[in-house]
């Protein structure tokens, strides 16, 4: 029976917050704040140290304790040493384990975030940055007796890096789960929030006001009342100057998306509207050209005329599903996260933070095929050294 973290201690449930200059020199400085569960009596191995060889070993395409623990058993010396292991004794399997089943996966998430916005181009400064926040169930996580585990991000749109995350246990739902996420983002002035439509609370829309950020809010059935007086705008006014379109091509069908877009002062019950944005998608597959659907989907903004060009705002309403495409795809599918086997201790929600961090320093180099890439790396164990800084 594998060991259980119970001789650890638990984590620090806070430490303080990193900036980008303090992490400019790689993920072992990046580590270093992140508190260590062990306790100090008997550690070898500074935690920064396994859990950068675990980041290098997750980028070579390893999906699990034991795959992470060969990696680490199998490469050279060279490369154990500037990993900052003693080659002659190096973390075994069953120490990666346990450190990893009882670490803070926000903490080490915020971390890890930190360290690739210092690596990320100026798409990812607070200024002008936009953030999708959306859940993401852990399917492997599941048991006979326990529902999986349910973890919420916040998902830069530029990069596809994961600024922050936070688990949403039984006890609790996203909504009341919302506020806390985007409290481990430092700065969130001038920053465009696109959350998925369950968020759109007047509650939600007060504290990213108190924050000085911006949202667009997605309005569906749950909230009918304010659906039906979106729905009952009179666009058919909305000059065609107004309108903005696009068409494009991909996965065997055409889209065509137009948006109208109404500036508003009053009649809508949530604080700070500014704009009301109805988007229609109308959809035909290639082989038959005459036979469409259309969907409409309403969103209302805090963001003024001036503030936002249409074509900005089409791109934001739709990139918000860049945090499914970038992220939760990579996980799920390249790294079959629904079928890992891994359960105990905080082990499910930290080897989704390790999975996180992989992507988002393959997508920062420009890779879009992760999958080639993990074979790349994994030919060589000095290839992935690069990505967390290690020279």
Partial sequence: MPALPSSLISSV?????????????????????????????????????????????????????????????????????????????????????????????????????????????????????????????????????????????????????????????????EITRFAPLLDQISDLRDTVITPDALHCQRQHVTYLAQHGAHWILTVKGHQPSLHSQLAGLPRQAVPDATRNRNRDRGHGRREIRSLKILTISTGIDVPHAAQAIQTRRRRHRLEQPKRFTTETVHTITDLRVHQAKPAQLADWIRGHWSIKNKVHWGRDITYDEDRSQIRTGTGPEVMAALRNAAIGALRLTGVTNITATNRHHARDSTRPLALPGIT
Avoid: F
């Avoid at 675990?54 to 699990?64: N, Q, T």
């Fill in 13 to 173: 449930s806070c430490a303080p917050a990193l900036t980008v200059a303090e992490t400019a020199g790689g993920l072992l400085e990046a580590l270093a704040g992140v508190p260590d569960p062990r306790a100090r009596r008997g550690v070898r191995h500074r935690l920064a140290v396994v859990v950068t060889a675990a980041v290098c070993a997750v980028v070579a395409g390893y999906r699990s304790y034991a795959a992470i623990g060969e990696w680490v058993a199998d490469v050279p010396a060279t490369t154990a040493l500037a990993l900052g292991m003693t080659p002659e004794r190096r973390p075994s399997e069953a120490m990666i384990r346990r450190l990893l089943q009882a670490m803070d996966p926000q903490l080490l998430t915020g971390a890890i975030g930190v360290w690739l916005a210092g690596r990320a181009t100026a798409t990812t400064s607070t200024s002008g940055r936009v953030i999708a926040v959306d859940g993401n169930a852990l399917h492997g996580s599941r048991t006979t007796d326990t529902a999986a585990r349910h973890v919420m991000t916040a998902c830069d749109h530029a990069t596809g890096v994961v600024l922050a995350s936070i688990d949403v246990d039984g006890k609790t739902n």
